[in-house]
């Protein structure tokens, strides 16, 4: 079972992660997938903190890099939620999250792209 604060939490993330959705949505509805990838597009980080929804900057392939994998989530430096994901790639100004344990569960779950 998952924890009520636990959940709580995995929420957040997954309205996060929907937003992002749409706005990748929206950015390719105007251009197209770009494949030179060289434009950065403004995303919200995907931390768990509910008062959060500051911005990162991140091409669309390393978006798509990241949500390749329903347990994967961007956030900026330092909103690692260290109990329930481990960091597994640090940039200058990002990095890519994995969930463990229930809350890896929960965000397969709630992948929207499955
Ligand atoms: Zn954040």
Known sequence: M???DQGRRARNEAIFR?????IVE???GLTGYNRDDSLLIGFVCE???EDCGEM???????YEAVRDNGRRFLVL????????????ERHSHYLVIEKTGDAAEVAAEQDPRT
């Open 2 to 4: 998952v924890d009520e």
């Open 18 to 22: 929907e937003v992002n959705e749409r």
């Open 26 to 28: 929206l950015e390719t």
């Open 47 to 49: 931390c768990p903190r």
């Open 56 to 62: 990162l900057e991140v091409t669309r392939g390393q």
């Open 77 to 88: 430096p330092g909103h690692e939620d260290g109990d329930i994901a481990r960091v597994v």
